[in-house]
């Protein structure tokens, strides 16, 4: 079982920064993905960016240039972050943290970010 805590979010202006955590405990394996998908009413969910326990990232397009991942892990805990800048009104979305390992994958309670003046 693994439980995933979010942190962050919430409302921000146009071309203004955020800072996302993510910690997943519980049952944890040394070789693992951990990052952020969004999702809008309008859009299926896509990818914002992931880490692996290899520190190999991966950003989805919308956000390439603009956004930063990085994870740090203890014995019992996996923690990831996220820094985004010059935010746009289509950044607006519900951010959900997703931890995956051995072929199965969890997703954190999701967190608002609405990007508006």
């Known amino acids: 079982q693994v439980n995933i805590v979010q942190s962050g979010g919430g409302l921000v202006q146009p071309g203004g920064s955020l800072r996302l955590s993510c910690s997943a405990s519980g049952t944890l394996y040394s070789i693992y993905n951990i990052g952020w998908y969004r999702q809008t009413p309008e859009k299926h969910r896509e990818l914002v960016a992931t880490?692996?326990?290899?520190?190999?990232?991966?950003?989805g397009d919308s956000v390439k240039g603009r956004c930063t991942i990085s994870g740090d892990h203890a014995k019992t805990t996996v923690t990831a972050y996220l820094e985004m800048n010059s935010l746009k009104v289509g950044d607006t979305a519900i951010y959900y943290c997703?931890?995956?390992?051995?072929?199965?994958?969890?997703w954190g309670p999701g967190s608002q970010v609405t990007v508006s003046s």
């Open positions: 880490i692996s326990s290899a520190n190999n990232t991966s950003y």
């Open positions: 997703y931890y995956i390992a051995q072929g199965t994958g969890h």
